[in-house]
């Protein structure tokens, strides 16, 4: 390694560091988005910007013209609880090769890497723009903010930055949060012959639901749901019979499935004739740090793109030219592709560094070779797609 290179390495590990250290919980990332702007101008990016969600947005153009190719890496994290971990979470403390810390593998890691990459690339040989965008909220909704980013910039190619363990992901599943509720009659409690409880109808329902036959999808897996919570109304409830009950569910979506196909097969369910139920995706609204509102229906859509589509072979080719040799999969868990391939059709691929099992786990951690090895990936992707022929 020469001394150029060793600098670099140590200035991304550095980086990487800072990134770490900033508490950037959703709705709560200035301060990472400040520390990736600053980074962006120190390597002479071409456009830097935080555009209206608060997203940080950088650009680097080619020689020529040619198409956009636009790297995405969420940069808030779920947060973490520092007496459960064996290293402060925010510290980025490094053991030997090993750095610990919060968004190590999901997501910072492969931001930094991206940032990097692309400034490293010679632009004289590239045709079109690489643009990197940090994109914020992406724990909560997937896709909202990457779209306001992709409204702007144009991208004809998309790469998540997501955990593959090195491999290329060419799809995804995606994800809906269900909301199914009971309606029964208040009683006082001393007189239940009166009422009807509508939790006891709701048990009803979560074990119809668990008769639900799971669709499977060969790359993507099962579509299943997942029960996460349960609420009875009036809580407290004081000698008064439940009259209405409310469940959540995580429904893990497939290809093709829609708000409609989903909701319409749990609608008319026979086990339930006579229970007084109804389903329906939830709707969100929430602020991001900039006060902007990000609102919608909680519904994220899964997305495949063939394994000898142009660009999945083009990515993967890149990968080969930087010394890798990934395995082809789909991601279990839902990321901003939601969006840019399942909804606006882009063509998109996953990459980077750590497993999707890394993800949210007390001490999160990532070896620093992988953050050069990173770096090396993104930069193939680059030059594959971007590269004059």
């Not at 973490?80 to 402060?88: F, G, M, Y």
């Not at 004809?156 to 955990?163: Q, T």
């Amino acid at each position: 390694m020469n001394r150029m290179e060793s600098k670099e390495k140590s200035d991304l590990i550095t980086f990487t560091q800072s990134l770490i250290r900033e508490h950037s919980t959703s709705s709560c990332e200035r301060g990472v988005v400040e520390k990736v702007v600053q980074e962006m101008h120190a390597l002479n990016y071409d456009q830097v910007w935080v555009d209206a969600n608060g997203s940080a947005v950088g650009v680097i153009a080619g020689g020529q013209p040619g198409p956009i190719l636009l790297l995405d890496a969420h940069c808030d994290v779920v947060d973490a609880i520092p007496s459960d971990w064996s290293h402060d979470p925010f510290a980025a403390e490094i053991v030997g090769d090993v750095m610990f810390g919060r968004g190590t593998a999901d997501t910072k890691g492969n931001l930094a890497a991206m940032v990097y990459a692309a400034a490293s690339v010679d632009r004289s040989t590239l045709a079109g723009k690489v643009v990197v965008s940090a994109t914020v909220d992406e724990e909560l909704v997937e896709g909202p903010t990457l779209k306001t980013v992709m409204d702007t910039v144009h991208p004809d190619f998309v790469v998540i930055g997501e955990a593959t363990d090195f491999n290329l992901n060419r799809g995804g599943r995606g994800r809906a949060e269900l909301v199914i509720e009971t309606i029964g009659r208040s009683a006082h409690s001393s007189s239940p012959q009166v009422g009807l409880c509508a939790v006891h109808e709701m048990i009803k329902v979560i074990h119809a639901m668990e008769e639900v036959e799971v669709e499977f999808n060969s790359l993507l897996g099962p579509g299943f749901m997942v029960l996460t919570d349960i609420i009875s109304e009036p809580y407290p409830a004081h000698s008064v019979i439940a009259n209405r009950c409310r469940v959540t569910y995580d429904r893990r979506l497939l290809v093709g499935e829609t708000m409609a196909s989903v909701i319409s097969r749990l609608d008319q369910l026979p086990d339930l004739k006579g229970v007084n139920y109804s389903t329906k995706v939830l709707f969100t609204e929430h602020q991001t740090y900039t006060g902007a509102t990000l609102s919608g229906w909680k519904f994220y859509p899964a997305w495949v793109f063939e394994e000898n589509h142009p660009f999945v072979e083009a990515v993967l080719k890149g990968l080969h030219s930087a010394g890798m040799q990934p395995g082809v999969g789909a991601y279990r868990f839902c990321t901003n592709a939601a969006y840019s391939a399942g909804t606006a059709e882009i063509p998109t691929v996953g990459f980077g560094l750590g497993k999707e099992s890394d993800a949210h786990t007390v001490d999160e951690h990532i070896r620093l070779a992988d953050l050069e090895q990173a770096e090396r990936g993104y930069r193939g992707i680059i030059e594959a797609i971007l590269g004059k022929n």
